[in-house]
């Protein structure tokens, strides 16, 4: 009997999504804890460095690319990296809302490339940014999310100041 490679196809396809999942291997989210963001203001723009419980190495690599995201806590500016290449902002209204996928995909949607933002450093449970030049001062939120099994995964959003030109 001869089978047409589309109906051998499709016969494929429908077992992929039927079987249950319990029968596939999977893994764990990876862990993601933000413990402590510090900022410093430069003549080339701010640096932060964020500190916590997370797999630095194996975020940057397939299947959860890294994001790291820098959100004013007054005005709706924002910075995301999503590592190990892109560096975006762009303006995004706050309004008090934690990070979740519609905010991820808002802020998406509107975001420029940032070429004055780059990564410094990615090691162990450290990683440390430059902001674009053009990023506001005054009190920020950051956060780490991955993109695991179709979902956004959020470490907790840690709060600091993002001092004026000149400041401390």
């Known amino acids: 009997m001869y089978q047409r490679p589309e109906a051998l196809a499709v016969v494929a396809l ?24 510090s900022a410093r203001r430069g003549d080339e723009g701010t640096w932060l460095r964020i500190r916590g419980n997370f797999p630095a190495g194996d975020l940057v690599q397939q299947p959860y690319p890294l994001q790291i995201v820098v959100r004013q806590l007054v005005g709706d500016r924002f910075a995301w990296f999503s590592l190990p290449s892109s560096k975006m ?75 004026a030109e000149g400041g401390p």
């Open 14 to 37: 429908a077992l992929a999504v039927l079987l249950p999942a319990s029968g596939l291997a999977t893994g764990t989210a990876p862990p993601l804890d933000v413990t402590a963001v």
């Open 89 to 163: 902002h762009g303006a995004y209204p706050h309004l008090g809302t934690p990070p979740d996928a519609a905010v991820m995909n808002g802020m998406a949607a509107i975001a420029a490339d940032a070429p004055g933002a780059r990564l410094l450093r990615l090691a162990g449970e450290e990683i440390e940014i430059q902001l674009d030049p053009a990023f506001p001062s005054g009190p920020a939120e950051a956060f780490l999310a991955v993109l695991y099994e179709g979902a956004f995964v959020f470490s907790n959003t840690v709060v600091f100041e993002v001092q």
